[in-house]
């Protein structure tokens, strides 16, 4: 292992930053060239790159976004593209390439290591911790506490006015952020998209928490089978034509901002593991975390599983709210 090469793809996370760091440092104290791709896929496709040096990744660690830059390439999608990509690092002598990503990211990579003799490696950063080969993916932590952050603001408004709140979240078609921030937000409701949303349903249990309260928050998965955040208002606006209704959908806010400490400490671990795995000659596979230990499985495994939150959380949820 003389050179090896890192690149962000996907939507960007907290934390990925702090990964390219570890991932950089690891690398340069065991006497091996990390090179930064831009831009995710299309930075190899197009020879984009960089050969990264200490000064390049310290202080970094704090910072949200990639100094690398990310993109979802739709060229890679195409063997064409890939082709261009393998004769990139082939011609820039990568020995091998670690991809910190989501899913998307992943399948490509899957591709990717399918179609060329260069290992590669998998570090799970996305918001949505969607992927089933990790209890936790970069970033996500710090999305969560985000998304609590800003309930927290819009109960203030909530209870001051009287009113229910739609609150949409990010996390795909997936509901670990709107079912974890919902317990920690202390929300009332949560529509996820692993559980079925019926809307008079929600009627019913709004009213019926509304009973002596100032307020209600509902939060929403913007992968919801039954609509995002003003969809589902729409739909129980004129069965509540009493109350009053909000929504907000709290957007790319999630995705920016400093990571956690445990973004920063997951980031760092996974990075310096990656290399290591490789080292080792260990390849073609993702990293992880199970249980608090790294761990590494197949990236097809690791995407190919069902990656679903805790839905007895949901339970909790119910138990946890103030009724009657
Ligand atoms: O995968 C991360 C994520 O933020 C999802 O939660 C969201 O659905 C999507 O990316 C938004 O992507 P974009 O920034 O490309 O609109």
Do not use: W
């Not at 970069?138 to 999305?143: E, F, L, N, P």
């Not at 800003?150 to 509901?175: L, P, W, Y």
């Not at 709107?178 to 929600?202: F, K, Q, W």
């Not at 089978?225 to 109350?243: C, F, N, T």
């Amino acid at each position: 292992m003389k050179r090896i090469g890192i690149i962000t793809s996907g939507g960007d996370a907290p934390g990925m930053n702090a990964c390219i760091r570890s991932i950089a440092k690891y690398c340069l104290n065991n006497k091996i060239d990390p090179v930064g791709y831009f831009d995710g896929f299309d930075g190899i496709i197009d020879g984009r790159s960089i050969d990264l040096c200490f000064s390049d990744v310290d202080n970094i660690v704090q910072k949200g976004g990639t100094i690398l830059g990310t993109a979802r390439c739709e060229e890679f999608k195409t063997k064409e593209g890939r082709s261009k990509a393998i004769s990139t690092l082939k011609g820039n002598n990568i020995d091998a390439l670690i991809c910190i990503g989501g899913d998307g990211t992943f399948t490509g990579a899957n591709i990717l290591s399918s179609e060329m003799d260069i290992p590669v490696i998998g570090v799970p950063g996305t918001i949505d911790n969607d992927i089933a080969g990790t209890d936790y993916t970069i970033g996500y932590d710090t999305a969560l506490n985000t998304v609590i952050e800003a309930v927290d603001k819009i109960r203030d408004t909530a209870g001051s006015h009287h009113r229910i709140f739609f609150v949409e979240v990010m996390g795909r078609n997936a509901g670990f952020i709107a079912l974890n921030s919902a317990i920690a937000s202390g929300a009332e409701t949560v529509l996820i998209p692993e559980e079925l949303t019926d809307i008079d349903a929600i009627v019913l249990d709004l009213k019926e928490q509304s009973k002596g309260r100032r307020s209600s928050i509902v939060i929403v998965a913007e992968g919801d089978d039954g609509g995002g955040a003003k969809e589902i208002m729409d739909k129980v606006s004129p069965l509540m034509q009493r109350y009053s209704l909000r929504c907000s959908i709290l957007g790319h806010i999630q995705r920016g901002g400093s990571p956690s400490a445990f973004d920063r400490i997951l980031a760092g671990r996974m990075g310096a593991f990656a290399v290591e795995q490789l080292q080792n000659g260990v390849y073609n596979v993702m990293v992880g975390i199970k249980g608090g230990r790294l761990i590494t499985c197949s990236i097809e495994d690791g995407i190919r599983l069902n990656s679903s939150p805790d839905l007895s959380k949901l339970e909790l949820l119910r138990n946890l709210r103030t009724l009657g």
